[in-house]
Structures are given as C-alpha cells and as structure tokens.
C-alpha cells in the first residue's frame, strides 16, 4: 500500500458517524458537516455537499454502514441512497458491494465501506502512474470540474495524473475550466492545484477554443461518471464540447477512471441516465439571481462524449488507446 498525505478530507470515518467536508462553499469557508443516517447521507450527495462520482461511492457505503449501526433497515438504506443522483455509476456499484456481503453486522460493513475508501485512494496512485506515461516533457494540460482527492478516495483521478506530472517533473501548466453552474474548476480544482504549488490558470468555460486553437494545450485531462462498454464517457457538462475542440484542433484528450466507473452492462453511451438539476442553479450564481425573474433554464448535469473523440482512457489497471469494446473489455476484466 502507497503512503499518502493531504492537507484536508473530503470524507472522513470518525467513530460512529460520517464527517463530509461542505464542498457547497469552498474554497472560503471550511465547514465539516456531521451524519448519521443513510438518509442523511442521500441528502448531502444530492445537494452537493459531496460530489465526485468515487467520492459519492465512498460516502453510499458509509452511508450504509450508519443504518446498520442503527439497526435501520438496510433495504431502505440501499434504496435512498440509489435514488440521490443517477449518473455516476460508482454510487450503485458501492450500494451492490455492500448490500452482496449479505450481512447487517455492522462491523462488517463499516470494514468494508472504509475498504472501499482506501481501495479507491490506491487505484488513483497507480492511475496517476499510468496517465503521467503519456505525457511527454513540458506538458501543458486543460482540466474540466473537480476530479482531486475533493471527488475520490485521495489523490484524484484527472488531478491525479496532474499531481503524478507534477511530482515527475512534466509539468508545465495546468489550465482549469470554471465548469459552470457549480464552479467546480474555479472553487476547487484550483484551490486543490494552489494548495499543492501546482501551476494553475482559471479560464473560464468558452476560452477552452481559443486556447486550443492557440497551441497552448498538449492534453485536455478529465475524469468520467460512467464508461459504457463500448468506451463511451459520461463526464460533466461541458466535456463533449472539449472532446470535439480538441479533435479539431490536434489536442490529445484522456479520460481518467478507476474501473469502479465502468458500466459493461451498458452497449454505449445513449442509454446512460444524464442527471437534470434544477434550473435556478443556471439563473442564479451564490443565491444572486444572473437572469431575468422568471427566466426558464435547462441544467443536464452531464454530457456524453463518444469513444472516436477519446484518445485514452486510463485505469489503475492500465490504459487504452483508442478505446473500442474489445481494448476495453480485455482492459476491465485483466
Ligand atoms: O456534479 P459533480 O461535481 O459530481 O460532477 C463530477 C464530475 O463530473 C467529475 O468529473 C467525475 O465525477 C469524475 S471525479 C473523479
């Protein structure tokens, strides 16, 4: 096992209950939110207190054990936990883990939530391994959302390759999209990549082509909430637009996942279930109303982009260029 360290938790195990790091109002204020019930739990991924699809899997599963602590029923556990949000499959594919050790002990179950967590922390090192090979010298490396150790178990999965980069002395800039509505580049990819003295530029969402076109931009890097079968990538809003830019412009673009985020019983990305939010987070910015009283939004939360636009995907099992069903398959299941 990799030693790790960081300078905050995003998901920390204290005893008997769940501490969450309030991700809502980062990088200004650092607020650690305490639970105790699955419903709870549910609640603090809905409205984003957590986010990250790794980082939503870890806290189902904990989520989980604190029912069972409490002697709740654990069917019902499952089921809130399942109905928080729908896109990330590395929320169901917890919720599965722990509801198959078929047991309510408790023990038990907090075991194996925090073997998830730490599970999760592990295939970041080795992912970021992997991606930081492809890189070549002087990398300059465009990011979308937040996929740092605030989205996983530690280390992160995108940011991950970054912070591998970083420590292998490739690194030469690192460019982060705002990500509206949530802000997630700006509030804390940043903030992660400024703890870490790791060069970092905020740009926001719609200078993403002028920089490509510009040349300075080797690799666009994101992370994914559902891979289906056939090497398709659900990512946050925004990302296919990115993929489609960089193709045009020769940018290289890579997807970074633990195989946690595979979804093989899908045939491809149309029938992944894309998350609606409401629309006042598009009319409104930090409660402030941005559009005209009234106004309707559309809020997809995620986008789809095919496998043609992917030059690699990387796991902590390895990568594939040019993914198709077969590399991704025999890429899984190694
Ligand atoms: O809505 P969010 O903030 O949960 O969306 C997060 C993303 O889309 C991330 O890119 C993805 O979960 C990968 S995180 C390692």
Not at 163 to 183: F, N
Not at 224 to 239: E, L, S
Request: aromatic share 6%; proline share 4%.
């Amino acid at each position: 096992m990799t030693a790790y360290s960081s300078s905050f938790h995003a998901i920390e195990w204290r005893g008997e209950s769940l501490h969450l790091l309030d991700q809502r109002v980062l990088p200004h204020t650092h607020q650690v939110l305490d639970y105790t019930t699955a419903a709870e739990v549910a609640d603090a991924i809905r409205e984003m207190v957590v986010r990250g699809a790794p980082a939503i899997g870890i806290s189902a599963a904990y989520g989980y054990a604190l029912d069972a602590l409490a002697g709740r029923d654990l069917d019902q556990a499952y089921k809130v936990l399942a109905e928080s949000r729908p896109t990330a499959v590395n929320l169901f594919w917890a919720l599965e883990r722990m509801a198959a050790l078929g047991t309510g002990d408790p023990h038990a179950l907090v075991a194996e939530a925090r073997a998830i967590h730490e599970e999760d922390l592990q295939a970041n090192l080795a992912m970021g391994q992997y991606g930081a090979s492809l890189l070549g010298e002087n990398c300059r490396i465009y990011t979308h959302c937040n996929t740092g150790a605030l989205a996983t178990g530690g280390h992160g999965t995108a940011l991950g390759i970054i912070r591998t980069a970083m420590a292998d002395g490739k690194l030469e800039q690192v460019y982060a999209g705002e990500t509206r509505p949530w802000l997630q580049g700006a509030r804390l990819t940043a903030w992660e990549l400024m703890q870490d003295q790791i060069p970092v530029k905020l740009a926001c969402d719609g200078a993403a082509a002028q920089l490509f076109r510009s040349g300075a931009v080797d690799w666009v890097i994101v992370g994914a909430d559902r891979i289906t079968a056939n090497g398709d990538v659900a990512n946050k809003i925004g990302t296919y637009s990115l993929a489609v830019l960089a193709r045009h412009h020769g940018v290289k673009f890579m997807v970074a996942a633990p195989t946690t985020t595979f979804d093989l019983t899908l045939e491809n990305g149309q029938a992944i279930p894309i998350e609606q939010r409401p629309g006042n987070e598009v009319t409104s910015l930090n409660g402030q109303p941005v559009a005209p009283e009234g106004c309707e939004a559309i809020n997809p939360a995620f986008d789809m982009t095919p496998a043609e636009l992917i030059d690699a995907i990387v796991t902590e099992k390895g990568y594939v260029l040019m993914p198709d069903r077969e590399s991704i398959a025999a890429l899984v299941n190694l």
